[in-house]
């Protein structure tokens, strides 16, 4: 540990455990009894501080937040370069947006100070922020698929992890069903139709009819010819998710033909950063997935193990902050068919693809699911 951990991880997963371990090995080290690793290297701290959940203080006149915000000013004030400081799920006390602005620049004040430390947070946003800082890096927990559950590891690995399991959690602590599906609707409905494609609402609508669908693929398959080339990251980005979503909607239509393309889904492109690690959502799920190499091609594969694939593309020579897309699909069939379908509709659009040879695969026989069966996340 050379500065921050800023942790991530699924409910369950070992975050605050790690913290207190950790929290313990440091007071036995300093005092010079045994620690349970079979070596360890602890500097010797001036100060060890570590926050975990606040709770209102009534004497005080205080909330949670009030309280929580107290601690902070005093890790903050208190924290030198040779301070441990532990903060356990920073800034849930109060809004979402403005907590996570707080969380990131306290983050960026304890960076600067250079203390060791972990903070761990479910706030993503965090990772959207233009953070500076020097030696923070990230790492989650990591889990595990075993028996047809998400299980945690309580191993610490690189990368983030933005899924919380949060409807598993409740459904294992025996939360009425018919609440958890619900909360999934209400999910799908809000804040999966946010982080779909980054489609205009009127291109949304024009998935209402196949002809109308089929004029918003034409038009945007001209403006993502690459007759401009996208000045940045973010624009291709952009420009890969528009063209995925569309091309991919089209051929979900054609192969299920529902009397109603308004039903359609809206296909969700997810990206997974330089640093990322997949969400265990996708373990053991059918997979499409874009990665963006450094020579700015594009390699397209399907697969069943998203961790595993993005880590093996990872540990070859150059790849280690490749970045991904991806979305699910019900089936490894229907997975194969769009894997073929991206390669050559993508390099027709203009767009640099790295494993041309994968487009001349032959298709697996179409699914025999029904499209009501359909579940596109």
């Known amino acids: 540990m050379q500065s921050l951990f800023l942790l991530t991880g699924p409910n369950g997963g070992g975050k605050s455990s790690l913290l207190r371990s950790i929290c313990a090995v440091a007071l036995l080290g300093i005092c010079g009894f045994m620690v349970p690793a079979e070596s360890a290297l602890i500097p010797q701290f001036d100060s060890i501080m570590l926050h975990m959940k606040s709770y209102d203080s009534p004497a005080d006149g205080k909330s949670s937040f009030q309280v929580e915000m107290s601690e902070m000013r005093s890790i903050v004030n208190g924290a030198t370069s040779r301070s441990l400081v532990l903060i356990d799920e920073i800034c849930r006390g109060t ?61 610490l690995v690189d990368g983030t992890c933005k899924e919380s399991l949060a409807f598993e959690t409740a459904k294992k602590e025996g939360l009425a069903e018919a609440i958890i599906q619900r909360a999934e609707e209400l999910y799908s409905s809000v804040y999966a139709k946010e982080a779909s494609s980054g489609l205009s609402d009127a291109q949304l609508v024009q998935f209402g009819s196949e002809g109308a669908h089929l004029q918003s693929i034409k038009a945007s398959a001209g403006s993502l010819g690459c007759k401009t080339k996208p000045t940045n990251k973010m624009e291709v980005l952009q420009d890969v998710k528009t063209a995925v979503t569309l091309t991919c909607q089209k051929k979900l239509i054609e ?63 150059g ?45 697996f026989g179409t699914s025999s699911l029904s499209f009501d069966s359909i579940t596109v996340a």
């Open 95 to 155: 809004e979402t947006a403005k907590g996570t602005c707080i969380a990131g620049s306290i983050i960026e004040a304890l960076d600067e100070i250079g203390c060791l430390g972990i903070i761990s947070t479910h706030l993503h946003g965090i990772f959207n922020l233009p953070l500076c800082t020097k030696n923070t890096v990230y790492k989650a927990m990591a889990t595990e698929y075993v028996n047809g559950q998400t299980k945690p590891t309580w191993k």
């Open 255 to 317: 192969l299920y033909k529902p009397k109603n393309t308004a039903d359609v889904p809206v296909l969700n492109c997810v990206s997974i950063a330089a640093r990322e690690q997949p969400p265990p959502s996708t373990i053991g799920a059918s997979c499409v997935y874009i990665m963006f190499r450094p020579d700015e091609k594009l390699y397209i594969g399907e697969t069943d193990d998203l961790d595993g694939r993005v880590r093996t593309h990872r540990s070859k020579e």
């Open 319 to 363: 790849m280690q902050n490749a970045s991904f897309l991806y979305f699910t699909v019900p089936g490894k069939s229907i997975a194969r068919q769009l894997e073929t379908l991206l390669i050559n509709q993508l390099l027709s659009q203009g767009f640099p693809i790295a494993n041309l040879a994968d487009g001349k695969h032959q298709n």
